[in-house]
């Protein structure tokens, strides 16, 4: 017989997943203070960012999103706004051209937000929130904190009984119904726009070919990394400028998050030539 096909209930469905999985519980018998969010796709995502921590301690907040400047008025990502005076992400497709395309507007020429998109703050779908604000979410009984149904449709492919093939759709044929887990900033005290370089700390793998695949994202990870190689005092001796992308450079995870921590990764690194493609161990 016939059944409806049920699909995920989007990233927002966090919330009920911590309370399920008992992950929530097990976080405050542990004494977690800080949950960091983020999107698997993103090769540069730093987890556990230790500044990003610091940055919600000292400005007393229980929500930040990371965001970065958009590429051009039309890319396809949420940004940041506010909504009846709460924060909250807007998708690219709820956005008028007008508004998509509005410019700030500056009283100096000189100004560096001169030209700059009035919805510029793109959402990368990385969030922190503070262990005492997803708790009030996640035990929340009297839906006071209930999120809003996103409505998305899609091109879904489906099992022709007739055919006994699968149908992959040219056009949206279904629709799905999602949580979104950036729908909780409406109700933080205090939520926090944390805005970093796309180069890095955003490479998301969203396609097999083309922007945003596993391609662009392995450049962007070389690019990152040569880039911190030079600027720590390295060389490389078939590329100086490091801008050639056909030769990788990869960067052992174990040396940390630059700039912080020890000088580690800038001994391993100064007055020495490398040559690539290369994979630079911590040793």
Known sequence: AAEIAASPNGNGGIYSSLMASGVHDAMLASGVQYVQVFGIDNVLARIGDPLWFGHMIASKADASNKTCIKQDPHEKVGVMVLKDGKPAVTEYTELTQEMVELRQSSASSSSSSDNLLEYC???????????????????DQSNQYALPIHVARKKIPFFDSKTRHTIVPQSNNGIKLEFFVFDTFQFSKKCTVYNILREEEFAPVKNAKGNDSPLTARVAVSRYWKKQIIKNGGTFSNDKDGDID???????????????GDNLFATRVKGKTFQLPIYLRCE
């Open 121 to 139: 703050y793109g959402n990368l779908a990385m969030h922190c929130f503070e262990i005492g604000f997803i708790s009030k979410i996640c035990t």
């Open 246 to 260: 056909e030769l990788l450079c990869e960067v052992s995870p174990l040396f940390g998050y630059l700039p912080y």
